[in-house]
């Protein structure tokens, strides 16, 4: 088991910065990767970001990439999320996950753990 604790979530304003840490315990020794995904009221979660366990390799939605950088510190059991430029439209509750594979997937189901999730509100 797997256990994911999100934090630095917060209001923002249009343009402006902030980063997400994703803190994971329990068997951490296995090979996970990882990735960021967000729900919006009213809205189906969608996929985010994705990184595998080396971080050799990652994957943005087309709405985030050139915007936000996911990344990982395995030595720290940490994924983080550093999201910049943010609009309104990224408003959500965001959620990291964790899957017990080398590969990355955009595939909520994909994915065996997940936190709590972070709330991200940026206005206008």
């Known amino acids: 088991q797997v256990q994911l604790v999100e934090s630095g979530g917060g209001l923002v304003q249009a343009g402006g910065s902030l980063r997400l840490s994703c803190a994971a315990s329990?068997?951490?020794?296995?090979?996970?990767?990882m990735a960021w995904f967000r729900q919006a009221p009213g809205k189906e979660r969608e996929f985010v970001a994705a990184?595998?366990?080396?971080?050799?390799?990652?994957d943005y939605a087309d709405s985030v990439k050139g915007r936000f950088f996911i990344s990982r510190d395995n030595a720290k059991n940490t994924l983080y999320l550093q999201m910049n430029s943010l609009k309104p439209e990224d408003t959500a509750v965001y959620y990291c996950?964790?899957?017990?594979?080398?590969?990355?997937?955009?595939?909520?189901?994909?994915?065996?753990?997940w936190g709590q999730g972070s709330q991200v509100t940026v206005s206008s």
């Open positions: 996950a964790a899957r017990n594979s080398y590969s990355v997937s955009r595939r909520a189901s994909a994915y065996d753990y």
């Open positions: 329990g068997r951490t020794d296995s090979r996970y990767s």
């Open positions: 990184i595998n366990w080396s971080g050799g390799r990652t």
